[in-house]
């Protein structure tokens, strides 16, 4: 566990008083003398129990062994045309494939890079074209044309499971036509894994994070989850997103088992439950919206669950008396390995203030600063500055490394530099951090940051956009709505939203794609001269508002079409839907069906599935399947 500073042996009295609080001190792991050999670890399970299982998918079950022989085959497979250092893109998603894929890229020394299973077709080429991605691994449909087609491309079949929920039907390495650019970056020495965030020149920024530092990690985690061999960890996050790379080391490197679940699970917090129970998994990691909708819900029978650990996001629920897994809240950025914080979140007790993000890791520091870069009080609210073990080793792009990662502020101690988050936090007295906000225009949708600046750039590719300002809205239980306003270019034919929202998607990530695109002439400007997104919002609101007056095709007919209608209108923050809408086309995602199904089913005692959901052409169809179920249950009880 952490400590804060007035714990930390040695600490000055001086630090009780200031914004700054130190992890305990790192041990060494029994099974390897060098905390930062992560290969050698997995190896140690590999040589001690060849036959446990590593990965699971269903009835699926691959051992250590024949993992690692899996691994090989990648390893050899690539040798030669991979070298230590070079990033390779997976494209894949959670599955057997995917675990083999990162040993093998270990054991090359190479840089696994992971993108997900479908990147979009314009972000994927213009992240392998500025990085210099050597070679990419995934399914040869969706691979940029630089990889398939033209001089000196060439690709090479890695045979790869494709059985299980999530499994490609083939997997190719395919290596660029040409040599890499001599401009391109190269990640530095040391470099395990590299991670794209989001970032304000509308292009992402890629975070390389080594050995030392994933170590750190791993140690921590294994002390505070009790980590050990025969645990089932799900394997459960998105591959995009860096903590599936917690999920599977952390895993590999204690002797347990990879938990791969089918992708309805991530819709519906009822299946998402009765997988945990199938699957017996006992260390579970979930992103914040979704985990809200599962604390939600009455808690069923886990015994074998152990720890819950969330984050992504602000979370604002606390776990039921009724919850039997231990719940914590996790914070940490890319550029701080994951996780840098924790907080074990108690019962409900009746305190409706969110719960903090706690304190910080083993080996980790953090303090709290004002704009000049001084720590401030503890109890004063600033930016949150990371150091110690948990930090990357910085971006890809030197000049971006040099402006985020600088010198310790006078008084903090035990690191040579510090992250600047960008994170407003407050210290509690004890040490504890409350998270406040963004300083900037960073926002969480759905668990993963994103800069407004780079959804606006992916609007602004679309010949006849002049211009775009995309702003956050807040809808019910305090998720996030993306709202694109789009300035089109004088004289030209304004484009169809939803050509603009198709196009969008092959540049952002799903979750920075914005559910709503309205056309304006000119952008309303702050006393800055600033596009002014609170008042972009606010006259939406005042038009979708206008636009749900009674009457019409998409007027409700019936009490369950107003039910309905009422229900998705929360979820989506668009008093603008009438019946005649559909849900998926109007914005609604993975979380937003989940609380959907739970609403139909607290207000109509009807459970449906997320795919009936999601088949329906518009909301009063949906409306018809409610009453048609709830007429079939009311029979089949007489």
Not at 277 to 283: D, E, I, N, Q, W
Not at 466 to 491: D, E, M, Q, W
Not at 529 to 541: F, H, I, P, S, T
Request: glycine letters at 10%.
């Amino acid at each position: 566990m952490s400590t804060s500073a007035h714990e930390r042996p040695g600490s000055s009295p001086q630090d009780d008083r200031l914004s700054i609080a130190y992890g305990a001190a790192p041990g060494t792991p029994a099974e390897a003398a060098d905390r930062s050999d992560i290969l050698a670890r997995y190896e140690h399970w590999v040589r001690g129990t060849p036959d446990a299982p590593a990965v699971e998918d269903g009835e699926l079950s691959w051992s250590y062994a024949e993992v690692d022989a899996l691994a090989h085959v990648v390893a050899e497979s690539l040798r030669g045309r991979v070298s230590p250092g070079d990033l390779v893109g997976v494209c894949l998603d959670r599955s057997a494939a995917l675990v083999a894929v990162a040993v093998g890229l270990a054991r090359l020394g190479a840089v696994y890079l992971p993108l997900g299973p479908r990147p979009g077709e314009h972000r994927l080429t213009a992240v392998t074209e500025r990085l210099g991605v050597a070679c990419l691994v995934g399914d040869p449909a969706l691979l940029p044309t630089a990889y398939r087609t033209g001089a000196g491309a060439n690709t090479m079949s890695l045979p790869l499971p494709s059985e299980g929920a999530n499994a490609a039907g083939s997997v190719v390495a395919a290596f660029r036509a040409g040599p890499v650019t001599a401009t391109a970056p190269t990640a530095p020495p040391g470099t395990f894994y590299a991670v794209l965030t989001s970032g304000s020149t509308g292009t992402p920024k890629a975070v390389a994070v080594g050995r030392p530092s994933l170590g750190s990690l791993l140690d921590w985690y294994h002390a505070y989850t009790g980590a050990r061999p025969g645990d089932r960890h799900s394997l459960l996050i998105g591959v995009s997103f860096d903590p599936h790379l917690k999920e599977l080391w952390a895993a590999l490197t204690s002797g347990g088992t990879l938990s791969v679940p089918p992708e309805e699970v991530r819709w519906d917090p009822d299946a998402l439950t009765g997988w945990w129970r199938r699957a017996r998994v006992s260390v579970a990691i979930l992103p914040t919206p979704l985990a809200e909708t599962v604390l939600e819900r009455p808690w069923p029978a886990l015994p074998d669950l152990r720890h819950l650990v969330v984050g992504g996001d602000r979370l604002r629920r606390r776990p039921a008396p009724q919850v039997t897994a231990r719940v914590h809240n996790a914070y940490g950025p890319a550029e701080g390995t994951v996780v840098t914080t924790v907080h074990h979140v108690g019962a409900d007790d009746g305190d409706t203030a969110p719960p903090p993000i706690g304190t910080p890791v083993d080996g980790a520091v953090v303090c709290v600063t004002d704009e000049a870069g001084r720590v401030v009080p503890r109890g004063e609210a600033g930016e949150l500055r990371i150091g110690g073990d948990v930090l990357s080793l910085g971006y890809l792009d030197a000049d971006l490394t040099a402006a985020r990662f600088v010198a310790p502020p006078d008084g903090v101690t035990g690191t040579d530099r510090v992250y600047r988050t960008g994170d407003r936090v407050r210290m509690r007295p004890d040490g504890v951090l409350d998270f406040l906000g963004r300083l900037d225009d960073q926002v969480k949708v759905s668990g993963v940051r994103v800069e407004l600046a780079e959804v606006e750039a992916a609007f602004e590719h679309h010949p006849g956009v002049r211009r775009s300002a995309v702003a956050v809205r807040t809808v019910t239980g305090g998720a996030t709505r993306l709202v694109a306003f789009v300035l089109p270019v004088p004289g030209a034919p304004v484009p169809a939203a939803d050509e603009l929202i198709r196009e969008a998607r092959g540049w952002l990530p799903e979750q920075a794609v914005p559910a709503v695109v309205r056309f304006l002439d000119s952008f309303p400007l702050d006393a800055n001269g600033k596009v002014d997104r609170a008042a972009l919002l606010a006259a939406e609101e005042a038009a979708a508002d206008g636009a749900a007056a009674p009457g019409g095709d998409g007027a409700p007919q019936s009490p369950t079409e107003e039910l309905v209608l009422r229900l998705c209108r929360d979820l989506l923050g668009s008093q603008a839907l009438g019946t005649g809408d559909n849900f998926a086309a109007a914005g609604g995602n993975s979380l937003s069906t989940a609380r959907l199904l739970t609403g139909i089913e607290e207000h109509c005692g009807v459970r449906l599935r997320a795919p009936e959901v999601l088949r329906q052409p518009d909301l009063r169809a949906l409306a018809a399947l409610v009453d048609t179920r709830r007429a079939a249950a009311d029979l089949a009880g007489v």
